[in-house]
């Protein structure tokens, strides 16, 4: 006989699929599930879905979004001439929540990869090349000061700088290999305001 029930074993089973939960974090959510209120288990089950289905990319900066423009791509406030490109939406995020960038993003989804089969085509670059049409004044590549981030950095740099747009590079102080969401906004602001032209 089974010790959980077959349905207990999917929940289980599918929750453990998610990143940073392994299979005793997903017994304690599938458990603490079935004992939450049924419209709390609706609700919770309704913006997954709701979210998978609508959330796309937003069409000028490719950030997760449910309009056909994100909400900082739309704004006037915002220096459209002033783009940052970031790896992903987690790290636009943390410098958004530094609350001091006036500018726009460019959301990459990917870094370049040799090693793992990562190429410029496999990363959103395509379209931040289409966008520098446009009047853009200054491209700050703040990737990881990872391996990935750098070669991406360095690769994207190149790509510009024969557009005569200004290419900047966030400072060091973001420690290498460290992934910019967890980093403490001062830290996030001094490498913005350290950049240096490539
Ligand atoms: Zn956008």
New binding site residues.
């Given amino acids: 006989m089974e010790y959980f029930s077959n349905q207990i074993g999917t929940l289980v089973e599918r929750l453990s699929t998610l990143p940073g939960i392994g299979s005793k974090s997903a017994q304690r959510l599938a458990y603490h599930i079935i004992n939450m209120p049924q419209e709390q288990v609706d609700a919770l089950a309704k913006s997954m879905v709701d979210a998978k289905r609508n959330i796309h990319y ?1 069409k ?4 997760l ?1 449910d309009g056909e ?2 909400p ?2 739309a704004s006037p406030n915002r220096d459209h001439h002033v783009i940052m490109v970031v790896e992903n939406p987690r790290d636009q995020a943390a410098y958004e929540k530094t609350g001091k960038f006036t500018g ?2 460019h959301v990459l989804h990917g870094a370049i990869s040799p090693m793992l089969g990562i190429g410029p085509a496999d990363i959103r670059l395509k379209e931040l090349m289409t966008r520098l049409a446009g009047d853009v004044d200054e491209v700050i590549i703040a990737t990881n000061s990872s391996l990935e981030g750098e070669t991406t950095a360095m690769y994207i740099s190149k790509l510009i700088k024969p557009t005569g747009i200004k290419v900047t590079r966030i400072a060091s102080g973001v420690p290498v290999g460290g992934d910019l969401e967890n980093i403490d906004e001062v830290t996030l602001l001094r490498a913005l305001e350290g950049r240096t032209e490539l």
């Fill in positions: 937003c000028e900066c490719q950030t979004t423009i994100c900082i791509c726009v993003y």
